[in-house]
């Protein structure tokens, strides 16, 4: 009689002996030294001389806002000051005068003591009056915008006639031609990112072709409600032909935990008798 053959159910062992995995994550290039410029004055924009994509050169003028009332306010110094500067100088032929008295015995010592400090008054009014005509000046240098450095305008987020507050981005400057790469990396790689670890980018504009990278940054905190965090790559390789916002992949060989290494099967495969588990 033949044996009675048992059903068998078997399943899927996974190895995981690899010390490393690739992942590969999405992101995009950027300037990798980029400025946001804006004015330290707020006021109409009457002047705006560059566009995206513009070469500028240190220095140059890039936009300008409407400066009138603050020329007024340097007017208002200015005549401040002048009038200062008679008080000061009747205050000081006072204290000359007192003070030849004083030393010929024909004055008090309260006179000479009223007309020194009448005089000293009239110097530090003469010196605030002119500071505040240089504060005025330098007021109105702030309603020009200069380029900091050279570089290349990568953005212009204001239009004229605009009504801009101080502190507003009116413009980002890349300066150089460094290109680097933000990548997206989901929040439970990260931990096993090391800063200088080599990657390989790939841009979609390059089918066949990728960079040498290495991790310069990695994020401590998460991108606006996103749950990826920001990594940045510096590029070892360089090509006139890459640009700011081109679409790219990176791929990174992530440390797997030693832990985490070993053949592994689903519990449901694991028995156990009086001798201790099996398979």
Known sequence: QEPILRPLRYT???????????????????PAEESRLSLRVGGTLTKLLVSQGDK????QTLAQV???DLQLQVQDATSALAQARAQAKVAEAEFSRVRSLYESNAASRSQYDQARAQSEQARASRSAANNRVQLAKRQVS???????????????????????????????????????VLANVAGTFVPRLTSGEAVRVRFKEFDKTSFAGVVREIGVAPRDRETTFPVVIALEEKDDKLRSG????????????????????????????????FV
């Open 66 to 68: 409407d400066a009138s």
């Open 246 to 277: 081109m679409s790219a992949e990176v791929a990174f060989s992530l440390k797997t935990d030693p832990a985490q290494l070993g053949v592994f099967v689903p519990s449901t495969a694991v028995a156990q008798d009086n001798q201790g588990s």
């Open 12 to 30: 899927k062992a996974h190895n995981r002996l690899e010390a490393s995995e690739d992942k590969v994550f999405t992101g995009s290039s950027r």
């Open 142 to 180: 702030y309603a020009t915008l200069k380029a900091p450095t050279d570089g290349v305008v990568t953005q212009v987020a204001v239009q004229v006639n605009e009504n801009l507050s101080p502190g507003q981005v009116l413009m980002m400057l890349a300066a150089g031609d460094e290109i680097e």
């Open 56 to 59: 500028v050169t240190k220095g």
